[in-house]
């Protein structure tokens, strides 16, 4: 019945807890000293990351059910491998939102991929209720559902036209325009719109019930606004970018990708140059650092920031040839994905990351994690890499949050590192 102004997402974890702890509190006879406890509190997460391991197997089990070549062991690595990233696994142990945002919103996107729309949009509003941002993850089952209508469509031109140089997955320039001007002619046929509006309509209601929301509320953040505001911040998609390169080395560091990128590069030197030039704008007028960033030594992206951003002015600009290769190997783990699909997650990725202007790892993890469970599907070797790697990464994480502990001038409380 209280509420700390600080506070800025909804109450859905909160409300979810007392779902919980209530009845189990009435049926085992339990007192308030019991079923408000910390610990008590945190299982609520462990409940949630049993839930998430669940749900990335069947996630990966439909999104890959036509690779044969995958065993069920491959499988349930893979999960396993995911329901231990580092930067969720943490919070598993917290009472914090992410394990129960990231569990609604995969549950969604299960949901979507059976066709169960209606289950799908239920769920994706009990993942607003933890996060706000989760609404653009509403958009992109959306999304899902008009991408395969779109590649339905395509293949259909594709046939009438019999032209087999086009391909709605990769191509040159000219294929992408025509893809473009075939998308526009689609969505502006009032017959194709009530088709997609038939098969989307729990999603727009969703949707539409946010927009009443923000209106209402005068802004998609309540509690403390002032710690965040919207900007333009172009450059946490190259952040992303970084992010995902070291989680996913195994997947796009290897000596084959980094030739194929030179080979790349040679052949498309026009391309490559507008790139940078570009990145160096977008680096040079729309980089943001927020307070928190600068001020809070708990959480490791402060040290990020000072260790490397802040060593000199023009370190930024000089990590662009890094960030241009983590984009091009980061959309050519992608392109077993129709270019309908890739558009669709693009225009989500940017819409959840660019208007934050806090540099925070816990908005990476749901962008993250369905990158990861589209793209293919590495060798036994390089999936058990990946997974020591996570498990050394927690290590380290778990080590220096229990035992590397300080404290603030101006504070008795113990503070720790953290993400």
């Not at 259909?156 to 391909?167: A, G, H, P, T, V």
């Not at 195994?250 to 030739?259: A, D, G, S």
């Not at 060593?311 to 129709?338: N, Q």
């Amino acid at each position: 019945l209280q509420w700390d102004p600080m506070i800025t997402t909804l109450p859905g974890l909160y409300l979810l807890s007392v779902g919980v702890v209530k009845p189990a509190a009435w049926l085992l006879g339990w007192t308030g000293s019991v079923v408000c406890s910390v610990g008590m509190l945190r299982f609520i997460n462990l409940l949630f990351s049993a839930g998430n391991f669940y749900l990335l197997y069947l996630l990966l089990f439909k999104i890959h059910q036509k690779n044969k070549a995958v065993s069920g062991f491959q499988r349930i690595l893979s999960a396993l491998t995911l329901a231990v990233f580092p930067t969720l696994y943490f919070f598993t142990f917290l009472y914090y939102t992410d394990p129960g945002s990231v569990f609604f919103t995969l549950f969604s996107y299960l949901m979507c991929l059976y066709g169960n729309h209606k289950t799908s949009a239920l769920l994706g509003f009990c993942g607003f209720m933890f996060r706000q941002t989760n609404i653009v993850w509403t958009v992109f089952c959306a999304g899902n559902v008009v991408a395969e209508k779109l590649n339905e469509a395509w293949r259909i031109e594709l046939q009438k036209k019999k032209d087999e140089k086009i391909s709605s997955r990769r191509g040159s320039f000219s294929d992408l325009t025509r893809i473009l001007q075939f998308l526009v002619e689609y969505l502006i046929s009032p017959k194709n719109l009530v088709t997609l509006t038939a098969l989307t309509w729990p999603y727009i209601i969703l949707v539409s019930l946010f927009f009443v929301f923000v209106f209402i509320n005068g802004g998609i953040v309540v509690g403390d606004r002032s710690s965040h505001e919207a900007c333009l911040h172009f450059p946490q998609l190259f952040y992303f970018l970084s992010f995902t390169a070291f989680f996913s080395f195994p997947h796009l560091l290897t000596p084959t990708k980094i030739r194929k990128f030179l080979l790349s590069l040679r052949k498309h030197p026009v391309q490559y140059s507008l790139m940078t030039v570009i990145s160096l704008v977008l680096i040079w007028k729309f980089t943001y650092v927020h307070k928190y960033l600068l001020a809070d030594n708990r959480h490791y992206t402060f040290y990020v920031w000072r260790k490397v951003f802040q060593r000199h002015e023009l370190v930024k600009y000089l990590l662009v040839p890094c960030y241009i290769f983590a984009g091009w190997s980061f959309a050519d783990t992608l392109k077993s994905k129709s270019i309908f699909w890739i558009l669709m997650y693009f225009v989500c990725l940017v819409v959840v990351t660019v208007p934050q202007k806090l540099l925070e790892f816990r908005y990476f993890i749901l962008p993250f994690l369905i990158y990861r469970l589209n793209i293919p599907f590495l060798s036994l070797y390089r999936q058990l890499l990946e997974l020591a790697f996570y498990i050394l990464v927690n290590a380290v994480t778990f080590y220096l949050f229990l035992n590397r502990t300080f404290q603030w001038e101006n504070s008795d409380e113990v503070q720790r590192f953290m993400w």
